[in-house]
C-alpha cells in the first residue's frame, strides 16, 4: 500500500513539474510526508525564519551552520508533529466557530504587529492554534488526575523548590569611585577604613566616618537581605562568615565593600499546606508535558511518515 501510494506521488510530481522547471524545484521541493498530506520546503523555512534570524545574530561560521541545520529539523519535526495533530483533529471533527476565531484574530492583531489579518497564510495559522488547543485539552488536560499522595509525593522531593533561602542581616562600608579612574582612591581609602577596624574601632563609627552610603549614619546597616540578593562577590563571602564577622574587601561594579554579618536566619522550609496549590500546578504541568509527549508519540507510531530531508 505504501509503494503504490509513493509511486502514484511520483507520478503526480512529474505532471505537475516539468522538467525544465529545475530552479523552482530547487527553490522549494517536498521535505515530508506525513500520511497523505506533504510539508514543503517552504513550510520549514516560513517556520524556521524568526529562529534563522536570531542564531545568524548570535553566531557565526561553522557554529551557525551547524545551529540552522539543527534548527531546520527541530523546525521540520515541530511541522510533522502539528501536521499529525491537526490530522486527528480532523479525523475526529475538532472545530472552532467564526466567531472564535473573529475573536483570536482581534488578539493577535493586538498582540503581534507583523500579523496581518488579510493574509490567509496567518489567518490560517490561527485557526490551527486554535484547534491545537482543543484538540490537547480533550486527549490531555480533561484526562489528568492528580491525587493529594501524589501531590505530597512531590513536596518531599522537592523541598528546596518551596523553601525560603537563607536571610543575612549585615552592615556594610561602601566607597564609590568618584569617576572610572577613582577605583584606587576607593581602594586605598578602604584599607584605612580597615586598618581602624583592626585597630579596635567600632563598625558603627568608622562607617560614619567612611561610606558614601546611605545608611552611614545608623551604622551601615543593611537590614536583612536573602540569599540571591547580594552581588555574587559579595554573597560567597557572606557565606563564609559567622555571625559578627568582618569580610576583607570586596570589589563589585557598585563600589568598594567591607561588610559585616550581624545576624543569619536559616533556610526555612514552607508547610505543605500553604505551597499545596503551586505544588499542585506543578505536577499538573509535568504530567501535562509527559502525557503530550506520549500522545505525539502515539500519534507517529500509527502514521506514515517519509522524510526527505
Do not use: C
Amino acid at each position: 500500500m505504501l509503494i503504490r501510494f509513493t509511486l502514484l506521488l511520483t507520478f503526480l510530481l512529474i505532471a505537475i513539474w516539468p522538467p525544465t522547471s529545475s530552479a523552482a524545484y530547487l527553490q522549494d521541493r517536498i521535505v515530508a510526508i506525513v500520511n497523505a498530506e506533504l510539508i514543503m520546503l517552504s513550510d520549514v523555512k516560513h517556520e524556521f525564519r524568526a529562529e534563522q534570524e536570531r542564531l545568524s545574530r548570535e553566531f557565526r561560521g561553522n557554529d551557525l551552520a551547524q545551529r540552522l541545520k539543527t534548527g531546520e529539523y527541530m523546525a521540520l519535526t515541530k511541522l510533522i508533529e502539528r501536521k499529525l495533530q491537526l490530522q486527528e483533529a480532523k479525523a475526529i471533527r475538532v472545530e472552532v466557530s467564526d466567531l472564535e476565531l473573529q475573536q483570536a484574530i482581534e488578539q493577535m492583531k493586538r498582540q503581534d504587529t507583523s500579523f496581518d489579518p488579510t493574509n490567509p497564510n496567518d489567518v490560517r495559522d490561527v485557526r490551527d492554534q486554535l484547534i491545537l488547543m482543543r484538540i490537547v485539552d480533550q486527549h490531555i488536560r480533561g484526562n489528568i488526575m492528580v491525587g493529594d499522595s501524589e501531590l505530597k509525593r512531590y513536596y518531599q522531593e522537592h523541598r528546596e523548590q518551596f523553601a525560603f533561602p537563607e536571610e543575612y542581616q549585615l552592615s556594610q562600608i561602601i566607597i564609590k569611585p568618584d569617576s572610572s579612574d577613582g577605583l584606587a582612591d576607593a581602594l586605598t581609602k578602604a584599607r584605612r577604613a580597615m586598618d581602624d577596624l583592626k585597630r579596635g574601632e567600632k563598625f558603627e563609627d568608622v562607617a560614619l566616618q567612611y561610606s558614601d552610603g546611605a545608611n552611614s549614619l545608623h551604622g551601615g546597616r543593611l537590614g536583612f537581605v536573602r540569599q540571591g540578593e547580594l552581588w555574587p562577590v559579595i554573597e560567597e563571602a557572606v557565606a563564609r562568615l559567622v555571625p559578627g564577622g568582618i569580610s576583607d574587601i570586596l570589589e563589585s561594579p557598585e563600589g568598594v565593600h567591607i561588610i559585616r554579618l550581624d545576624d543569619k536566619k536559616p533556610k526555612q522550609f514552607r508547610p505543605y499546606e500553604d505551597v499545596r496549590q503551586k505544588v499542585q500546578e506543578f505536577v499538573y504541568q509535568q504530567k501535562s508535558a509527559d502525557m503530550y509527549q506520549s500522545w505525539l508519540v502515539d500519534l507517529k507510531n500509527k502514521a506514515y511518515i517519509e522524510i526527505k530531508f
